[in-house]
């Protein structure tokens, strides 16, 4: 299994922008694909955005796209979240997460990092 550990969150106000990391490691990175979910108090998890284990291919939340851009590094074992445009409704825990199928659903990944908080002050 993959250990997933995120970095790059924190306060920013809206209209700002973050980048988010995710480092892997324990086992090979490009074997999976990756998402990025968030969770907002009182919210279910939701899906963000996800990419092939090549890169080649994304998919976001229709609340993200066009403001968010997933994009990863095989040779660094790290995936990023550029996030621009930033929005109170944003506000989230986020995390990254390892799946072997190219997926959205969260049912679907089985390696979780412990979460970042993104806070966008109004």
């Known amino acids: 299994q993959v250990q997933l550990v995120e970095s790059g969150g924190g306060l920013v106000q809206a209209g700002g922008s973050l980048r988010l990391s995710c480092a892997a490691s324990g086992h090979t990175f490009s074997s999976y694909a990756m998402g990025w979910f968030r969770q907002a108090p009182g919210k279910e998890r939701e899906f963000v955005a996800a990419i092939r284990r090549s890169g080649g291919s994304t998919y976001y939340a229709a609340s993200t796209k066009g403001r968010f851009t997933i994009s990863r590094d095989n040779a660094k074992n790290t995936v990023y979240l550029q996030m621009n445009s930033l929005k109170a409704e944003d506000t989230a825990v986020y995390y990254c997460?390892?799946?072997?199928?190219?997926?959205?659903?969260?049912?679907?990944?089985?390696?979780w990092g412990q979460g970042t908080q993104v806070t966008v002050s109004s």
């Open positions: 997460a390892a799946s072997l199928s190219y997926s959205t659903r969260a049912a679907d990944f089985g390696s």
